[in-house]
Nanobody, 119 residues
Framework: QVQVVESGGGLAQAGGSLRLSCVAS????????MGWYRQAPGKQRELVAT???????NYADSVKGRFTISRDNAKNTVYLQMNSLKPEDTADYYC?????????????WGKGTLVTVSS
């Protein structure tokens, strides 16, 4: 089995910063893509940022220039540095890991970490 665990959420003021971390562990040979998603109250889960094993990144337009995703492949860990936070960034943040399974892959999700940004 694979476990995905997020950490680093909390309360920040608008304009402040937070850093989220996510570690994947268990039966893992390799991880293709890791990413962060978020879900605000009453809204659907949305992509925040993803990063491939080679370091290619993709960001939601709403966070470009403010958030930075990075990854330590040796530690199966992904980070999300969030700067210039806005109240609309308030959400549960979920980490996902795309784990290789032979010719296919499976996504594993963490339970989420809450980020609250006060105005």
């Amino acid at each position: 089995q694979v476990q995905v665990v997020e950490s680093g959420g909390g309360l920040a003021q608008a304009g402040g910063s937070l850093r989220l971390s996510c570690v994947a562990s268990g039966s893992i040979f390799s991880i293709n893509r890791m990413g962060w998603y978020r879900q605000a109250p009453g809204k659907q889960r949305e992509l925040v940022a993803t990063i491939t094993s080679g370091g290619s990144t993709n960001y939601a337009d709403s966070v470009k220039g403010r958030f930075t995703i990075s990854r330590d492949n040796a530690k199966n860990t992904v980070y999300l540095q969030m700067n210039s936070l806005k109240p609309e960034d308030t959400a549960d943040y979920y980490c996902a890991a795309e784990v290789s399974r032979g010719s296919s892959s499976m996504y594993y999700w963490g339970k989420g970490t809450l980020v609250t940004v006060s105005s």
